[in-house]
């Protein structure tokens, strides 16, 4: 089933009232919003595990810390997967808001006639893959047209004693002293690798 079906039917996406799209907007947001917020709340618990981990006297103690910094890796992981679904919908919801806030003007184009005879499922496919501006309406809207499929939100699977393995790795440079709490979370979850990347690309 189709994301526009599930909130509105089995209707052309073009015949869906500007006043439900905006709507379903809204509910998105919310949503997005607080999945962020979850997420936020899972890279301090890791930071604060590993704080405790700081103080752990035995193996025992550490592989129990370990673990739960495991599953709540894996929750995160879950979540952003769910973040990238939801954005893919708002993306989906926002580029049928614009078409349809400019539909007096393409219903006097062929633009107009080639959105039609997509089906419904090709249709949605192509508004999830490009965010139209306002602006640049009529040009964004023919490299819609044109467009070929993308893979989103795509997951990272780990070997399981490999995983656990590099937490207890990184217990021990925080009992050692080589990390900050802070800088293990980030490297476990790997919000580290995401920062590095971003500060390479803006040297460029």
Do not use: C
Request: aromatic letters at 4%; zero cysteines; glycine letters at 2%.
């Amino acid at each position: 089933m189709s994301v526009l079906s599930r909130f509105f039917g089995r209707k052309n996406p073009l015949d869906i009232p500007l006043p439900k799209l905006r709507e379903s907007r809204i509910k998105l947001e919310y949503q997005i919003e607080k999945v962020e917020k979850e997420i936020a709340s899972i890279d301090q618990e890791i930071a604060r595990l590993f704080e405790r981990a700081k103080m752990a006297r035995t193996k025992s103690e550490e592989l129990t810390i370990a673990t739960k910094i495991k599953t709540l890796n894996r929750r995160k992981q879950n979540l952003q997967k769910t973040h990238a679904q939801l954005n893919k919908q708002l993306m989906l919801i926002s580029n049928l808001m614009i078409i349809k806030e400019n539909e007096t003007l393409l219903k006097d184009t062929p633009t107009w006639n080639l959105l039609r005879n997509m089906s419904p499922e090709e249709l949605e496919e192509r508004l999830t893959e490009l965010q139209l501006d306002a602006q640049n309406f009529n040009e964004n809207l023919n490299q819609m047209l044109g467009m070929t499929d993308q893979t989103i939100g795509a997951g990272v699977e780990f070997e399981e004693d490999e995983e656990l393995a590099e937490i207890m790795r990184t217990i021990h440079a925080v009992k050692e002293g080589e990390l900050e709490p802070e800088v293990a979370a980030e490297k476990v979850t790997g919000e580290e690798r995401e920062k590095k990347k971003e500060e390479w690309i803006e040297e460029f």
